[in-house]
């Protein structure tokens, strides 16, 4: 079995507004229709695939990010440019930016609802193919 690719990444929000406002407004991704599954959510285009932001009744136990950073906690990455800006933007929104990686290319920051987001600048020592 091959997979074509992947199609969408889901997170839990508590505030789908309050979410629109982070992954619309501060991130810029492309607000994309969404059917009525009866729950408050957004769906977002990010590039080849699509955020897909729920928000469950409150008697819904959807879990916990992790209260401590760690980059062992299920995350997904946004490909950016560069670094010093996207993390300037963040805090300039009160977003605290973590595990900053100059030579990787990478820095971490949590949503408004403490899902761990990774920003990437692609290339360096990360993500080469295995085949290289």
Request: net charge negative; aromatic share 8%; glycine share 12%.
């Amino acid at each position: 079995m091959k997979t074509r690719g992947a199609h969408h990444a889901s997170l839990v929000v508590g505030d789908t507004e309050r979410s629109r406002r982070f992954y619309g407004g501060l991130l810029g991704l492309e607000e994309i229709a969404r059917p009525d599954f009866g729950i408050p959510g957004v769906w977002y285009q990010a590039g080849s695939i699509q955020i897909h932001l729920i928000q469950p009744p409150p008697e819904v136990d959807s879990g916990r990010p992790p209260e401590a950073f760690t980059v062992f906690a299920p995350h997904i990455a946004f490909e950016i440019d560069d670094c010093e800006a996207v993390a300037d933007a963040l805090e300039a929104e009160g977003f605290a930016v973590m595990g900053r990686g100059s030579s990787s290319g990478q820095l971490f920051a949590r949503d408004p609802d403490g899902n761990l987001i990774e920003f990437i600048r692609p290339g360096g020592q990360l993500g080469r193919s295995l085949e290289a």
